[in-house]
């Protein structure tokens, strides 16, 4: 392997930052058990919404390592399940935004001129408004009103749809930005000039010049964004506005909490520790990929 | 400069106006409407009553007719009633912005006083143990969900300690120490949160600056290692810094909106979530739109303040 290749120096700067790999392997470590969360739930011979009224609150034991929560539900297998949920909502919706603010910012960038002027005042004005206060009005909206169909309004997964959707239209900006800004040098760069010499579409430039070389920055802003959009999808569970119950969401496991706090204090700090432990992860791990793909940024 | 203002005034002033239609459809969209309430209200009242209420009320029109009355109401000073407080929406709103401004503003001076000093010496000595304790600090500071946090500081000091209220304001009236008694937590929730960013900026800010040229000819001119940080570096360092802190100047109005629900702190966070939640449409939407507004003035300001404190900057593109 050639010793000096761009990767090759990244992988090398990644492997300094001890807290970003430590941040990575924690990851891994969560995604795995919540892949293998049906493994408990035989384990433990419970479902993970499974009511059990006559075992409320009840403290760890072998049949139920942490415990039981307020309806007598497993609090191990609604973590494991709530993990799934947090993590696959963190995910979907940070690609979903990021791809919203790559296309904007690919636009703007290489098209320039008043496209560029109108679609940068959007992010200039997106960035100006108080979102938390938006957000709780868009997860408030009724969805008969808009005219969706009842069977979709009715369906369980509606309320993770809409999260990904409210997360995405107002989260893009930063990616446009950053996009934009790194489409205006990279479009005056020669392979581009080439490219239009041999009489590539301008889609073709965007699409298959451009962007593999904003691949590494757009990574990094990913990364960096899933724990911003983890922690406003638990606000927002945890207000009772984001993923519906029974269906577990770290946030909506903590909706309760604060009335239990005398009973269970315990149901309290789970939860909210693993969203803290996830989400810190994810912002170590962004910090080291960022120094590591982008040596000129180092502190 | 001036022109500079107006064109950005302006800008801001379109942004308001979308905003206010924006908001005003979407608040149509929330569950319910003015009569589906009264209906509940009233059992006696018909389909047909129904009807003609709405038509009465012009909630039969479009959007956008709805929209261009209720702007021409507002403009004129009427800003309706609120239906959770039974009072006219100004009446509520005054005493939550007055409730938030002293709680955000606290939080505010507070968290300004410990991270600039914090992020600073954390830049002059890069690397060391307090370096490293500073950036773990700010990284716990931007990654604790904002409820957990005040969840468990209620668990503690609230429940289990019983040291300070879990929540609420105190009555009027009552001594200053009751009134602070109130204001810890929620001021320490929210300072938290702001130190670990404002550190970070002010941190990443600092050393760039200890980079620069000047920098190094004032020690070489004999000043020392301090004075250069505190007197050189400092005021060049707080450039960028200050611009976050006047993009947050907004939210000292519009009230923390997750850490006033908690602690049930009447402030204009609270008001927007409460009016939202129970379809009090008229507060919501006028809250909602003094929230914007006052964002929207923070950046303007950040803008300003910019230009103000680097010389370098020329703002209006007269020269680059």
Not at chain 1, 31 to 57: H, T
Not at chain 1, 194 to 209: D, N, Q
Not at chain 2, 38 to 55: C, F, V, W, Y
Not at chain 2, 270 to 292: E, Q, R, W
Request: aromatic share 10%; glycine share 8%.
């Amino acid at each position: 392997m050639n010793n000096n290749s761009p990767l090759f120096l990244a992988i090398r700067r990644f492997r300094r930052h001890k807290l970003a790999i430590f941040s990575a392997c924690v990851l891994v470590t969560m995604v795995l058990l919540v892949i293998i969360a049906p493994l408990f739930e035989i384990w433990l011979g419970v479902g993970a919404n499974d009511v059990d009224l006559y075992s409320r609150m009840v403290g760890p034991s072998l049949a139920h390592p942490l415990g039981t929560d307020e309806l007598g539900r497993d609090v191990l297998l609604r973590l494991l399940y709530g993990g799934r949920v947090s993590l696959f909502t963190g995910l979907t919706a940070a690609c979903f935004a990021a791809t919203i603010g790559t296309v904007i910012g690919l636009f703007a960038g290489y098209f320039g001129g008043r496209l560029d002027a109108v679609l940068m005042r959007l992010t200039d004005s997106v960035i100006a408004l108080p979102l938390l206060p938006l957000l709780i009005v868009l997860a408030a909206i009724d969805l008969n009103k808009i005219g969706l169909p009842q069977a979709i309004v009715e369906s369980e997964d509606v309320s993770f749809y809409r999260i990904v959707l409210i997360v995405a239209i107002t989260g893009w900006t930063t990616v446009a930005r950053l996009v934009r800004g790194a489409t205006l040098s990279i479009k005056e760069r020669e392979f581009v000039m080439a490219a239009e010499g041999v009489g590539a579409t301008h889609v073709h430039i965007m699409f298959r010049h451009i962007l593999p070389n904003l691949l590494s920055p757009i990574i990094v802003a990913v990364t960096l964004s899933i724990g911003g959009v983890i922690l406003l999808e638990s606000v927002l569970s945890f207000f009772g506005l984001g993923i519906q119950p029974p269906m577990a969401s770290w946030g909506n496991m903590l909706t309760n909490a604060q009335q239990l706090i005398w009973e269970a204090p315990m149901l309290a700090v789970y939860p909210g520790l693993l969203i803290f432990v996830t989400v810190i992860s994810f912002n170590f791990l962004g910090d080291g990929l960022q120094d590591a793909f982008d040596p000129k940024a180092e502190y | 400069m001036r022109r500079f203002l107006l064109i950005r005034g302006l800008q801001s002033l379109v942004v308001l106006t979308i905003m206010s239609f924006v908001i005003y459809s979407l608040i149509g969209l929330m569950p319910g409407d003015p009569i589906d309430l009264m209906i509940s209200a009233n059992p006696n009242m018909t389909a047909a009553d129904a009807a003609a209420l709405r038509e009465l009320y012009g909630l039969d029109l479009p959007v956008y007719e709805r929209y261009w009355n209720w702007l021409t109401t507002a403009l004129s000073g009427d800003l309706g009633y609120s239906r959770l407080f039974g009072q006219p929406v100004l009446d509520v709103l005054i005493p939550a912005l007055k409730n938030s401004v002293v709680l955000m503003g606290t939080a505010f001076v507070l968290a300004v006083c410990i991270a600039i000093p914090i992020g600073t010496f954390a830049a002059s000595k890069p690397r060391s143990a307090l370096d490293y304790g500073v950036n773990l600090f700010a990284f716990a500071g931007i990654s604790i969900p904002s409820f957990w946090l005040a969840l468990m500081l209620i668990i503690v000091f609230g429940v289990f300690l019983g040291w300070l209220p879990a929540g609420g304001i105190a009555a009027d009236g009552a001594s200053l120490l009751e009134q602070a008694k109130y204001m810890v937590l929620p001021v320490a929730t929210i300072a938290t949160l702001s130190i670990g960013s404002y550190s970070r900026y002010t941190r990443s800010s600092m050393l760039e600056v200890l980079r620069q040229d000047y920098i190094r000819t004032a020690r070489a001119k004999g000043a020392s290692r301090s004075r250069v940080v505190w007197k050189h570096a400092l005021r060049n360092a707080m450039i960028p810094v200050v611009t976050i802190l006047a993009l947050d100047f907004g939210y000292l109005f519009s009230g923390a909106l997750v850490t006033e629900t908690i602690y049930s702190w009447p402030g204009m966070g609270k008001l927007i979530f409460d009016s939202v939640m129970g379809n009090d449409f008229n507060l919501a939407l006028v809250a909602l739109l003094f929230a914007t507004a006052l964002t929207l003035t923070g950046n303007l300001l950040a803008d300003i303040c910019y230009a103000f404190l680097d010389p370098r900057i020329v703002i209006g593109g007269e020269k680059t």
